[in-house]
T-cell receptor, first 117, second 113 residues
Framework: GAVVSQHPSWVICKSGTSVKIECRSLDFQATTMFWYRQFPKQSLMLMAT?????????EQGVEKDKFLINHASLTLSTLTVTSAHPEDSSFYICSASGLAEYRKTQYFGPGTRLLVL | AQSVSQHNHHVILSEAASLELGCNYS??????LFWYVQYPGQHLQLLLKYFSGDPLVKGIKGFEAEFIKSKFSFNLRKPSVQWSDTAEYFCAVDYSAGNMLTFGGGTRLMVKP
């Protein structure tokens, strides 16, 4: 149980384009989803938290207009990196938590590696 | 500021050696505690968690952790490591009981066969 998937697993794009990353909870309903960024050999940095049907809450220093998060259903959240630039290249990881036995614990997806040329 | 410290950044052990990875947090109130493991090229997997009750928590793959409130610590242990335990280990703390995690910097473990 508690499987979270991400798509795509890696993406290469040109500077100025937008990239959408999907995060899905496969076997439970994710009332809350989290988006992290992980730099090489560093820990995870929380970017934002989203509750299903609500606007995302962004951490300080994260541009909400650049990193658009949508959590329209209990199994899907998307992160769109708008007008991507090389400095946005990173490893983006989502996690999800839900109700009952899935409460109070985050279950992580496999991550999406983004390279902006 | 609330923080999580993992003092060992890199650990190298031989197979069958015992493992203890340190994790200290900075807050004195009620916390929820987690250890996650990230195997090379794979996603973060939950090893174990502590919310309340017995401070000695058993996890998957033979790992355990002990919550010592007086020391603000939640150290991860395994009596005998295997080569397959080579991975990065992250301690995480939920300070708010609201499922918001603060991660430690991670400990990279290498087990030599």
């Amino acid at each position: 149980g508690a499987v979270v998937s991400q798509h795509p697993s890696w993406v290469i794009c040109k500077s100025g384009t937008s990239v959408k990353i999907e995060c899905r909870s496969l076997d439970f309903q994710a009332t809350t989803m989290f988006w992290y960024r992980q730099f090489p050999k560093q820990s995870l940095m929380l970017m934002a938290t989203s509750n299903e049907g609500s606007k995302a809450t962004y951490e300080q220093g994260v541009e909400k207009d650049k990193f658009l998060i949508n959590h329209a259903s209990l199994t899907l959240s998307t992160l769109t990196v708008t007008s991507a630039h090389p400095e946005d290249s990173s490893f983006y990881i989502c996690s999800a938590s839900g109700l009952a036995e899935y409460r109070k614990t985050q279950y992580f997806g496999p991550g999406t590696r983004l390279l902006v040329l | 500021a609330q923080s999580v410290s993992q003092h060992n950044h890199h650990v190298i052990l031989s197979e069958a050696a015992s493992l203890e990875l340190g994790c200290n947090y900075s807050y004195g109130g009620t916390v929820n505690l987690f250890w996650y493991v990230q195997y090379p090229g794979q996603h973060l997997q939950l090893l174990l968690k502590y919310f309340s009750g017995d401070p000695l928590v058993k996890g998957i793959k033979g790992f355990e952790a002990e919550f010592i409130k007086s020391k603000f610590s939640f150290n991860l242990r395994k009596p005998s490591v295997q080569w397959s335990d080579t991975a990065e280990y992250f301690c995480a703390v939920d300070y708010s009981a609201g499922n918001m995690l603060t991660f430690g910097g991670g400990t990279r473990l290498m087990v030599k066969p």
